[in-house]
């Protein structure tokens, strides 16, 4: 598989891993360089894509628009991509993992659209509840590959990317706009968070590969933000 171009930024700031740094060595926050913007960047974008595919998805499946297996295969190889991204820290197999659970998160989801529009409620339950099976996979992966990781903290941020996506479908079904538009905004807030936090983790985990590059200063940060007040009912 070629290498994408954010996998080919990374690995210009990344030698090769010979091993973990221990966590307790760690320093809670270490200050912002080239290098660690550069990975924050990437992973916001390529973690943006998984949320901005995953609404043209949406949109085309139950739109019954043609575009919609186009639009799944881009889908699917954002999952790649994202499990490419790690390789430079983590290795090929772990990779590959990550884009194996990726991708069970897409075809899962595809399930819970169809089901949704074709108000089987029985086969929604279930897809769900495989959704939720899976996230908890892969927080458990996550928290496993980096100490910084939290298994908890994980397994809450993607259950609100479930809980978000799933108030897309539904709204659009019911053409609730204001609220769908409300949950694609709260949703996109929520996936730079938690993309911000996983470039922290690794940043925290292999300081050694970003402490030397030049320090920069913040001038437009999601630290601190907030996802907007958005609510279910």
């Not at 991204?85 to 899962?108: C, Q, W």
């Not at 709260?186 to 925290?204: R, S």
């Amino acid at each position: 598989m070629k290498k994408n171009i954010i996998s080919g930024i990374l690995f210009c700031f990344i030698t090769t891993i010979s091993g973990n740094t221990a966590f307790a060595d760690i320093p809670e926050e270490m200050p912002l360089t080239s290098a660690s913007a550069e990975l924050k960047s990437a992973m916001k974008k390529l973690w943006e894509d998984h949320l901005v595919y995953t609404r043209n998805y949406i949109i085309s499946d139950l739109g019954n628009l043609g575009d919609k297996s186009k639009i799944a295969e881009r889908l699917l190889q954002n999952q790649a991509d994202i499990g490419d991204a790690i390789k430079p820290f983590y290795g090929d197999e772990a990779g590959n993992k990550l884009t194996s659970l990726l991708k069970e998160h897409i075809v899962i989801a595809t399930k819970v659209v169809d089901a949704a529009k074709n108000n089987q409620k029985k086969d929604l339950a279930k897809a769900r509840a495989d959704w939720i099976k899976n996230g908890d996979a892969i927080a458990s992966f996550l928290s496993s590959a980096n100490p910084n990781w939290i298994k908890s903290e994980m397994k809450h941020m993607l259950g609100m990317h479930l809980e978000l996506t799933t108030d897309e479908v539904v709204s659009r079904l019911n053409k609730n706009w204001a609220k769908d538009i409300a949950a694609y905004d709260a949703g996109h807030v929520h996936m730079f968070m938690f993309a911000d936090e996983l470039a922290k983790g690794i940043v925290k985990q292999f300081p050694d590969q970003f402490r030397d590059s030049t320090p920069i200063q913040v001038t437009n940060d999601t630290k601190g933000a907030q996802a907007p007040n958005y609510t279910t009912k």
